[in-house]
């Protein structure tokens, strides 16, 4: 157990719907991630906060967007849903923000998200 | 080209013997390299890293090592066990724009036959 938590752990939806995933990262941690996982296209980053702050962007797609809240967790939203975002969404957390990208990042169990 | 491209995808061996999986990145500015292994359906976990300031390091069974001259490193796993089977990625942070975006590898299938 890494200590970083996602809910929910599956969510089936259909297209044009809207969902929000959410993300703890661990105790004491600043930084959150968030990736997308699809068997074509591995792991893809999408965005970081740290502390609150967008801090670096991925290949998100417009439909999408995140925030950071004050007590540090972090919610993806992902709007007008295709079949194509049927994928594991995961979220990393961090201690710090990442100098040059030098932080290990802990991984949480992952939201399997289902667009029918 | 990728920004981080990883070999080979599928990676076959028998119980004991080593398996070895390489990546190279694009990006000169780099200077951490995180490998993890995901098991079907999990979270992907670390299991070992290296900065740029060294050149090798091990941890049991396992070693990477790094050629920053060449931008490629490698994963080396020594005695393979059937609970190695799993998929392992590897990861650059690569610069774009003003930030550095974790980048990984498209994965290697590591099976071990028992």
């Known amino acids: 157990d890494s200590g970083v938590t996602q809910t929910p752990k599956h969510l089936i939806t259909a297209t044009g719907q809207r969902v929000t995933l959410r993300c703890s990262p661990r105790s004491g941690d600043l930084s959150v991630y968030w990736y997308q996982q699809s068997l074509d296209q591995g792991l893809q980053f999408l965005i970081q906060?740290?502390?609150?702050?967008?801090?670096a962007k991925g290949n998100i797609l417009e439909r999408f967007s995140a925030q950071q809240f004050p007590d540090l967790h972090s919610e993806l939203n992902l709007s007008s849903l295709e079949l194509g975002d049927s994928a594991l969404y995961f979220c990393?957390?961090?201690?710090?923000?990442?100098?040059?990208?030098?932080?290990?990042?802990?991984f949480g169990p992952g939201t399997r998200l289902l667009v029918l | 080209g990728e920004n981080v491209e990883q070999h080979p995808s599928t990676l076959s061996v028998q119980e004991g013997d080593s398996a070895v999986i390489k990546c190279t990145y694009s990006d000169s500015a780099s200077n951490y390299f995180p490998w993890y292994k995901q098991e079907l359906g999990k979270r992907p976990q670390l299991i070992i890293d290296i900065r740029s300031n060294v050149g090798e390091k091990k941890d049991q069974r396992i070693a990477v090592t790094l050629n920053k001259t060449a931008k490629h490193f490698s994963l080396h796993i020594t005695e393979t066990q059937p609970e190695d089977s799993a998929v392992y990625f590897c990861?650059?942070?690569?610069?774009?724009?003003?930030?550095?975006?974790?980048?990984f590898g498209r994965g290697t299938s590591l099976i071990v036959h028992p």
């Open positions: 990393a957390s961090s201690p710090r923000e990442a100098y040059r990208g030098q932080e290990t990042q802990y």
């Open positions: 990861a650059a942070s690569i610069r774009s724009g003003g930030s550095y975006i974790p980048t």
């Open positions: 906060y740290y502390n609150g702050e967008e801090r």
